[in-house]
């Protein structure tokens, strides 16, 4: 079995991709477990001030990301119009990353992956706040997650201690970009890669753990994923 952290943060624009071809991956291997691990690009406002020196600066330089990821897309599915025309600032990472996981605690990392799958569509595509604790709301009840029990569990303090958790783990992995997967301890995949890429790459670390794996046919290496990042103080998407 191939152990693999997925971490990931609801508004890094390059996780929207990556999450779609995870969904693809985890398809083809019936000897992999994902767990999903939290990743704040920013966690407040003062992250944001920051390191774009006003929380208004934010939303137009992002944006600009947006256009990157838009093309990583398998999909092409980013609202980038539609996000230029909201009157809201770009939201933070906090609301919607303890969110997914209180569906995460109540419904395991399934109903996590379900409801930030929402909650990133809500941001890219229906150009929503999910800073908004409505827009969270209703993400939840698409992903037809038991609202009651979620809300019991999102208002609960020891949620925002296991996204902390998270953020904690990430920092003693020396990560400091996502998308990231995180394979049995070792191993690294960065970026929002191809899903031929990360195929190849599980195949390689399979035979480096004399895991076996699903026979593949022969796939072509594409290093051209991107992340979002720290750089100096500040992140960065491209």
């Not at 947006?66 to 990583?72: E, V």
């Amino acid at each position: 079995m191939l152990k693999i952290e997925f971490f990931h943060d609801v508004i890094c624009s390059f996780c929207f991709p990556m999450s779609a071809r995870m969904r693809k991956v985890a398809k083809r291997f019936n000897n992999i477990e994902i767990n999903h691990r939290s990743f704040a690009l920013a966690w407040s406002e003062e992250d944001f001030i920051r390191q774009f020196g006003s929380r208004e600066a934010v939303k137009p330089e992002v944006l600009g990301h947006w256009k990157h990821a838009n093309q990583n897309d398998d999909e092409h599915r980013f609202n980038i119009e539609g996000m230029h025309k909201t009157d809201f600032n770009f939201p933070l990472s906090k609301p919607g990353l303890i969110a997914a996981k209180a569906a995460g605690i109540i419904g395991g990392d399934k109903m996590y992956w379900d409801l930030f799958d929402k909650i990133q569509n809500k941001m890219f595509v229906e150009s929503k706040n999910i800073e908004d604790i409505a827009v969270l709301e209703e993400a939840v009840r698409e992903a037809n997650i038991p609202f009651e029990e979620w809300k019991k569990q999102f208002n609960n303090p020891e949620t925002e201690k296991a996204v902390v958790s998270d953020v904690e783990l990430a920092r003693a992995y020396g990560i400091n970009s996502v998308p990231i997967l995180v394979i049995n301890q070792k191993y690294a995949i960065s970026g929002a890669q191809s899903e031929e890429v990360i195929i190849n790459a599980l195949e390689k670390i399979a035979n480096e753990e004399g895991v076996p794996l699903n026979k593949l046919k022969s796939l072509t290496e594409d290093n051209n994923g991107g992340a979002c990042n720290f750089e100096d103080g500040k992140w960065n998407c491209d």
